[in-house]
């Protein structure tokens, strides 16, 4: 079955087209972010594809916040054995209580903990927190410095904070850039396909077929990265996703 492939923003919400040789439109919203992702018949364009989303996004909407409402597994309680992912790769966690700060480290594929045996589970998330913080601190700046030469542009600011629906944003007026602090947890090349992807939003505010060429041009395998970043959950959710099949009259 041969497919082609956009990439559409609507009404806010950003949508990934694959168009088959199918006869109905189908519509999903899949976790953990409510990713939506659109199967179309080759016969309707992006025009076309963009009115029936527009004519469903009350369903859509609906089942986002669904996602976000979804139970998410029991908190962790930071206890040696639990997993935790770093960069792309899951770390079982070694807690040492010892006396002194809070502090993680990694030693070898295990995630260290040190801490008082006094801490709670709650300060110790918010330790793992603040660690994930410090990694994509170390890691963005020599990113967007490589992307600013190769793009020719600056970017004056960006900040890091946990983000319900996005991996990343952008403020085409500011030039100030968001990072979603879950992108600790995915591989590098994540990281950076979320970078160059918001920086290229300086040149196209939509995901048009300008933001694509754009795309192909500057990072070739962006899909695969995508693809890649929304492979797996944050966390393992009770909610598998849900689609919605439509008679496609257009």
Sequence with gaps: MSTASAYLTVRGIDVDVIYKDIKNLHIGVYPPLGRVRVAAPKRLDDNQVRLAIIQR????????????AAPRQTEREMVTGESHYVWGLRRRLKVVERPGRTHFEVDGDRLV?????????????????QWYRQQLR?????????????????????TIRRMKTKWGSCNRETRH???NVELAKKHPDCLEYIVVHE????????HGERF?????????????????????????ETWDGVTMSLESSL
């Design 57 to 68: 996004l009350p369903w859509i909407k609906r089942q986002r916040e669904q996602l976000k």
């Design 113 to 129: 903990l040190y801490t008082p045996s006094s801490a709670t589970a709650e300060k110790r998330r918010t330790a793992l927190d």
């Design 138 to 158: 170390e890691s963005i700046p020599n990113i967007i410095e490589i992307w600013e030469q190769k793009l020719e542009v600056s970017v004056p600011q960006w």
């Design 177 to 179: 850039l968001w990072f």
């Design 199 to 206: 920086m290229i939003h300086y040149f196209e505010r939509n």
């Design 212 to 236: 694509t060429k754009l795309m192909n041009k500057q990072l070739p395998d962006w899909r695969a990265r995508r693809d890649n970043l929304n492979s797996n959950p944050l966390r393992h």
